[in-house]
């Protein structure tokens, strides 16, 4: 069985502040994706990021960057200079090897204010 | 290149009665899958679709069920509405094994 688990409920920062996103994971293929989707409060899920299993290389794109670390099961994402647009439901999400199922976590709210 | 749509945006049925919700795949992409996403969660998922056939359930009820058409869109099926159906129903796209899904922007099913 898998599961994903944001320990994180909800954040909030002020703008400019940087913040981290936890995203812990257990799975028991040795070959697996791992994402982040944002979910604005039109509904949508935009996808971010997508990493496998074998490439624990971090990854930055522009203010947003993300830690790999398969040694502690975690996929943990950060904000740079947070702005109000970041204001969001972010996930984290694992899909198994067959590649139909993806398990999200629960979220977590980021608020940013001004 | 046409993205994930679904149909319709917003419904409201009254508990028993029966529902069908529509999902249009980006172009080129062969797989539909169905995830629940009741308030304050990450989303469940539900079933894939692959030429035309269920590839994968997860923990729902018989009572849900599926479609996919020959042109990979896809409908989802509900019967015996209940109370705990009310949820947004995000329908996904992608290609066969490409672990990779694109998402429509949902129905919200409120069941009274």
Same mark, same amino acid.
Not at chain 1, 17 to 35: G, K, N, P
Not at chain 1, 60 to 65: A, C, K, V
Not at chain 2, 58 to 67: D, E, M
């Given at each position: 069985?898998?599961?994903?688990?944001?320990?994180?409920?909800?954040?909030?920062?002020? *703008?400019? *502040?940087?913040?981290?996103?936890?995203?812990?994971? *257990? $799975?028991?293929?040795?070959?697996?994706?791992? /994402?982040?989707? %944002?979910?604005? =409060?039109?509904? *949508?899920? +935009?996808?971010?990021?997508?990493?496998?299993?074998?490439?624990?290389?971090?990854?930055?794109?522009?203010?947003?960057?993300?830690?790999?670390? %398969?040694? $502690?099961?975690? /996929?943990? /994402?950060?904000? $740079?200079?947070?702005?109000? +647009?970041?204001?969001? +439901?972010? /996930?984290?999400?694992?899909?198994?090897?067959?590649?139909?199922?993806?398990?999200?976590?629960?979220?977590?709210?980021?608020? +940013? %204010? =001004? | 290149? &046409?993205?994930? &749509?679904? !149909?319709? &945006?917003?419904?409201?049925?009254?508990?028993?009665?029966?529902?069908?919700?529509?999902?249009?795949?980006?172009?080129?992409?062969? &797989?539909? !899958?169905? @995830?629940?996403?009741?308030?304050?969660?990450?989303?469940?998922?539900?079933?894939? @679709?692959?030429?035309?056939?269920?590839?994968?359930?997860?923990?729902?009820?018989?009572?849900? !069920?599926?479609?996919?058409?020959?042109? @990979?869109?896809?409908?989802?099926?509900?019967?015996?509405?209940?109370?705990?159906?009310?949820?947004? @129903?995000?329908?996904? !796209?992608?290609?066969?094994?490409?672990?990779?899904?694109?998402?429509?922007?949902?129905?919200?099913?409120?069941?009274?």
């Amino acid at each position: 069985a898998q599961k994903v688990t944001q320990a994180q409920t909800e954040i909030s920062v002020v *703008e400019k *502040e940087d913040v981290t996103l936890d995203c812990v994971y *257990e $799975t028991r293929d040795t070959t697996y994706y791992l /994402f982040w989707y %944002k979910q604005p =409060p039109s509904g *949508e899920l +935009v996808f971010l990021i997508r990493r496998n299993s074998f490439d624990e290389q971090n990854e930055i794109s522009g203010r947003y960057s993300w830690n790999f670390q %398969k040694s $502690t099961s975690s /996929f943990n /994402f950060t904000i $740079t200079a947070s702005q109000v +647009v970041d204001s969001a +439901v972010y /996930f984290c999400a694992l899909i198994n090897n067959a590649g139909n199922m993806l398990t999200f976590g629960g979220g977590t709210r980021l608020m +940013v %204010k =001004p | 290149e &046409t993205g994930v &749509t679904q !149909s319709p &945006t917003h419904l409201i049925k009254t508990r028993g009665q029966q529902v069908t919700l529509r999902c249009s795949s980006q172009s080129g992409h062969n &797989t539909v !899958s169905w @995830y629940q996403q009741a308030l304050g969660q990450g989303p469940q998922f539900i079933f894939q @679709y692959y030429r035309e056939e269920e590839n994968g359930r997860g923990n729902f009820p018989p009572r849900f !069920s599926g479609l996919q058409f020959p042109n @990979y869109s896809s409908e989802l099926n509900v019967n015996a509405l209940e109370l705990d159906d009310s949820a947004l @129903y995000l329908c996904a !796209s992608s290609l066969w094994r490409d672990y990779e899904q694109y998402f429509g922007p949902g129905t919200r099913l409120t069941v009274t």
